[in-house]
């Protein structure tokens, strides 16, 4: 299995990203796939959670109303739209998958996990 997570970089406050995730080696639909975010000296945390479909969504709370998560099972991809960034939502985005078909923030229930995209948010 391999997630590709792409799509980071340098961006100021108030500006826009959307990252990708790439998935192989696994049936894309059976999963729940989920974003997290690890800054220096942090743990990493929950931003986001999409079901198989795409039908349900969970956001973790600073996030809400900026960050809109979506994926296209027909090109096994999930992807974080990323809108009015600050300068805290700095940090390596990881995507991850989840067969539990449970939308949920723990990281440890994920399986699966890509290798990481750093987004820099400049004040």
């Known amino acids: 299995v391999q997630l590709q997570a792409s799509g980071g970089g340098l961006v100021q406050a108030g500006g826009s990203l959307r990252l990708s995730c790439a998935a192989s080696?696994?049936?894309?639909?059976?999963?729940?796939m989920g974003w997290f975010r690890q800054a220096p000296g942090k743990e990493r945390e929950f931003v986001s959670a999409v079901s198989w479909n795409g039908g349900s969504v969970y956001y973790e709370d600073s996030v809400k109303g900026r960050f809109t998560i979506s994926r296209d099972n027909a090109k096994n991809t999930v992807y974080l739209q990323m809108d009015s960034l600050k300068p805290e939502d700095s940090a390596v985005y990881y995507c991850a998958a989840d067969s539990s078909w449970v939308l949920q923030p723990t990281p440890s229930r994920y399986e699966y996990w890509g290798q990481g995209t750093q987004v820099t948010v400049s004040s």
């Open positions: 080696g696994l049936t894309f639909s059976n999963y729940v």
